[in-house]
């Protein structure tokens, strides 16, 4: 079993930066693909980012937004810079046990976290 809580959300202004940082509790870590999806209030939950032994971004925060794992604290990362109203979302992390494919998929994972705010005003 993994439990996984995310951090790092807040209010910012277009253009700012902002960290989320998602702590996994349980074993093999390493082992696990770990992803960000987004959803915005009347949305549907959409992809974000997701790294396993490659990294993989949706289009609308390529060049935007970096993720990144620390295996040693068991957390995964997500640099958002030059941030857009449209980013505003509750961001979850998810994670899925196997590192050769990176999912882009909500239903492919198993785990997911209650997510963070994020709030971009203009």
Known sequence: QVQLVESGGGLVQTGGSLTLSCVASGRAFSSYAMGWFRQAPGKEREFVAAIGRSTSY?????????????????????????????????????????????????????????????????
């Open 58 to 122: 949706a289009d609308s925060v390529k060049g935007r937004f970096t993720i990144s794992r620390d295996n040693a604290k068991n957390t995964v990362h997500l640099q958002m810079n030059s941030l857009k109203p449209e980013d505003t979302a509750v961001y979850h992390c998810a994670a899925v046990y196997g590192l050769l494919y990176v999912p882009v998929l909500a239903r492919v994972y198993n785990y997911w976290g209650q997510g963070t705010q994020v709030t971009v005003s203009s």
